[in-house]
């Protein structure tokens, strides 16, 4: 999913870096030729008690520069003549890509810059004469210049394994679960259906693959551990949420698909967290860089945060 910017809070990093992040991933896609769809995003107000906050939602929008356009009830059913809602907003810069495709041209733009793709399992680092000596797993040892910490669900851990660093402002990783469901009959939508955001989330929402199939995700749910199983007593849960703003929803075509885990650095229900990127002045080594709270839209902003590691490290 490519997120266009409005949900996040005016001047945050998460803002900056998506709205920049935005324009880059679609100028990249555009360039490798990896196939995406600007499908545009509405997001709905069910009824009246919904309106306030659906103006929040564009006021934020707005000052964060996102193109965004309120839709009457009339505008909404000619776009997308399933959906009831008293009224919405429509993000057109929203829209999905080919994630598979995109990472491996990311992967293939580093292997041609002469740099090696790894995937052996960080042991530990210590700094000496400059350099930051990392063992692997496989009791190899590479020296390095800049060490970036970008390790999602293990920032915290791999902190932690990285002698002489100040643990202060590592933040402690907790983990956000959620679940995906697959509906089996043809999708009926042109756009990606959005309720409002809730304080764990941007809410059950209607998406797409490139391919066209339609999922709805995910839930959100603090969980004390790694596990991707799939918890089916979930479905409920989905039935109430989709049923609420999809008038011909048919609850025996959804299938269980996936789930993921997010990293946060926020307990459940205390609402969004800000993107960090911490430098020296944070943990007290030089050329290192540790990110931290990378959940949605990490995706979308990917090249934009590369950008601001480049800058903090002062590599020109």
């Known amino acids: 999913m490519i997120h266009a910017g409005l949900y996040y809070s005016p001047n945050s990093l998460k803002a900056k870096v998506c709205c920049d992040g935005r324009q880059k991933i679609y100028e990249y896609v555009t360039a490798k030729n990896i196939p995406f769809k600007k499908t545009g995003k509405i997001i709905v107000a069910t009824d009246e008690s919904q309106l306030d906050q659906l103006q929040s939602l564009y006021d934020s929008g707005r000052l964060n520069e996102v193109p965004l356009e ?123 259906i959005y309720p409002l955001p809730n304080s764990n989330g941007h809410g059950i929402h209607a998406g797409m693959d490139i391919d066209n199939n339609l999922r709805f995700g995910p839930n959100a749910k603090w969980v004390d551990s790694i596990d991707y199983s799939f918890n089916e007593n979930t479905l409920q849960e989905f039935c109430n949420s989709i049923k609420s703003y999809w008038i011909n929803f048919d609850p025996s075509c959804l299938i269980p698909d996936y789930t993921g885990i997010r990293s946060k650095i926020v307990a459940e229900g205390e609402g969004g967290q800000d993107f960090e990127i911490l430098g020296s002045g944070d943990h007290g080594l030089e050329n290192l860089i540790h990110l931290q709270g990378i959940d949605s839209p990490g995706l979308t902003s990917s090249l934009s945060i590369a950008a601001e590691v480049i800058k903090k490290l002062g590599i020109h």
Do not use: W
């Not at 890509?97 to 041209?105: G, H, K, M, N, Q």
């Not at 902190?159 to 907790?174: F, Y």
């Open 70 to 192: 309120f839709l009457s009830k009339e505008k909404v059913n000619s776009l997308e003549e399933e959906i009831k809602c008293e009224t919405a907003i429509f993000s057109s810069e929203s829209g999905v890509i080919s994630v598979p495709e995109y990472l491996a041209a990311l992967e293939e733009d580093i292997k041609k810059t002469g740099y090696v793709v790894l995937a052996s399992e960080f042991k530990q680092a210590k700094k000496s004469k400059g350099q930051f000596e990392l063992t692997l797993n496989t009791s190899d040892k590479i020296n390095c210049t800049y060490l970036i910490n970008a390790s999602g669900l293990h920032t915290e851990d791999v902190a932690n394994r990285i002698e002489e660093i100040d643990l202060p402002k590592i933040k402690k990783v907790m983990y956000a679960k959620g679940h995906y469901y697959l509906y089996k009959k043809k999708n009926p939508f042109k756009h990606l």
